[in-house]
């Protein structure tokens, strides 16, 4: 007899998206000023992205660009992944006090959002994910291509632009407790401003010369943060549709290697929603997760603690069996 599989989810209702969510899921519409920063953090970078060609062309890049492009790509990423994910969504693992903050900074800088509202999108997906309410769902308009096309376009970027927002004071409340944590997270657009600045700043002193801060702008600030916002995206949009599920979830869920360095091990996502508050989403062989090693860092150098590292007895259970002949 094999062992149960997750079951399918049934398309969204694109006439009632937000059906089934609680009475207060949502909290208030966005401001004109949110909704115009908002834009501009999405649409500039993608412009920026989109230009890639023609700035080689024209100016060229430079090994400090690229070192700036690739510490200021990892270190706002593990921000989001250890930070924002694993830490304050799903209690992965326990942190000092400097750990915490400094973890909600540097997610900050990668220009998602502040942390509480990140938190509190991310645990309404994982309450409904793939079902009514869910907020990013690829599956929301239905199955057929058209549909499912539509569905990745909302899950990968359109949703961003809903007007209502999820309601922090039901899905983030631990957070929204926290005093330092609460300014912290309302001084989003100075670490976003930061986010951008620093590599301007550094190819400029570096250089001695405006060209040397212009490029590093360019390539560690802007097309950077475009680089990691698709990233990011993609776990919402491809690794809900295309992949492998060798564990049981009650979504659709799946593993999507080709982005498992730059997610720094998010892409191992069927893992992850069989399974949320594993610290591990890498659990297989080969299976490279990034996020996992330096949790496993801050573990050894007495940072982190009461790790929840993946238990063999559970991931057993978990796998998925191929059906009885």
């Known amino acids: 007899m094999s062992a149960p599989t997750a079951t399918r989810p049934r398309a969204l209702r694109p006439a009632d998206p937000d059906r089934g969510l609680p009475p207060n899921a949502l909290g208030k519409e966005k401001g004109h000023l949110e909704q115009l920063t908002l834009y501009v953090f999405v649409v500039v970078p993608f412009l920026a992205l989109a230009a890639v060609v023609p700035a080689v062309w024209g100016w060229g890049l430079s090994w400090l660009d690229v070192g700036l492009l690739v510490a200021f790509y990892f270190v706002p990423l593990l921000g989001v992944t250890v930070g924002y994910h694993r830490y304050f969504t799903h209690g992965s693992f326990k942190a000092t006090r400097p750990l915490r903050i400094a973890l909600a900074v540097v997610g ?12 509190a999108d ?3 997906h994982h309450a409904f994910s793939d079902r009514d309410g869910d907020p990013h769902s690829p599956w929301r308009y239905g199955d057929d291509t058209r549909a499912l096309l539509k569905g990745m376009f909302h899950a990968h970027l359109g949703w961003l632009f809903d007007r209502r927002q999820t309601n922090a004071e039901r899905y983030a409340p631990d957070l929204l407790k926290d005093g330092a ?3 912290t997270s309302r001084l989003f657009i100075v670490w976003a401003f930061l986010s951008l600045a620093l590599p301007a700043a550094i190819g400029g002193l570096v250089t001695g010369s405006w060209a040397g801060a212009w490029t590093a702008f360019f390539w560690a600030g802007l097309v950077r943060t475009a680089l990691l916002h698709h990233v990011t995206w993609s776990i919402n949009s491809i690794c809900h549709v295309v992949g492998s599920r060798p564990f049981a979830s009650r979504d659709r869920a799946t593993n999507f290697w080709p982005l498992a360095i730059l997610s720094g091990g998010e892409s191992w996502h069927n893992l992850h929603h069989a399974d949320p508050t594993c610290a591990r989403h890498g659990v297989l062989r080969g299976q490279i997760d990034i996020s996992a090693r330096v949790i496993w ?4 150098l007495g940072w982190a603690h009461s790790v929840k590292w993946p238990d063999p007895v559970r991931l057993a259970a978990k796998r998925q069996q191929p059906a009885a002949a």
């Open 108 to 119: 900050c800088m990668a220009i998602q959002g502040p942390v509480v509202q990140w938190v």
């Open 122 to 124: 991310h645990r309404r």
């Open 181 to 183: 944590l609460r300014v």
């Open 297 to 300: 860092v801050f573990e050894k």
